[in-house]
C-alpha cells in the first residue's frame, strides 16, 4: 500500500519508551482511505520504525468499533448496519471447557 497522505490519529504507549502503537488514517495514491495501525520501535540511530502495520478496511473499522464499544449494540441504526456489523451482531461468542472443546472439534 502505497501512502499518499496520513494523519495520525493517535499514539499509545508501549510496554516501556522504545516501543508504541500508531493508528492513523491513510490515503493512498489511489485515493482509498484506511485506518492504519502500526507496531513502532524507537532506536537512537535511526529514529522511529515500523515493526508491523496493519490496515483496517473501512467496513472493519465499523465492526471494531462495535466490538470495543459493547453498548452500541443497544442502538439499532439497521439503514447504517454493514455487512461486517451484521456478523457481529448475530454472532454469539461461547466459552467451551477444554474437554467440551474437544469432543465438539472430534464431530
Known amino acids: 500500500m502505497q501512502v499518499r497522505k496520513e494523519t495520525i490519529l493517535n499514539v ?5 519508551e522504545q516501543h508504541r502503537l500508531v493508528l492513523a488514517q491513510a490515503t493512498t495514491i489511489c ?3 484506511h485506518l492504519v495501525l502500526r507496531q513502532e520501535t524507537h532506536s537512537s540511530d535511526v529514529g522511529w520504525f515500523v515493526q ?3 490496515a483496517i478496511e ?5 465492526a471494531l468499533k462495535m466490538t470495543l464499544s459493547p453498548n452500541s449494540l443497544a442502538c439499532n441504526h439497521s439503514a447504517s448496519v454493514t455487512p461486517s456489523m451484521q456478523r457481529c451482531r448475530t454472532a454469539s ?3 467451551l471447557q477444554f474437554a467440551e472443546a ?3 472439534q472430534a464431530s
Open 52 to 54: 508491523s502495520c496493519v
Open 102 to 104: 474437544a469432543s465438539k
Open 31 to 33: 485515493g482509498l482511505e
Open 93 to 95: 461468542p461461547k466459552v
Open 12 to 16: 499509545f504507549p508501549g510496554a516501556n
Open 58 to 62: 473501512p467496513d472493519q473499522v465499523a
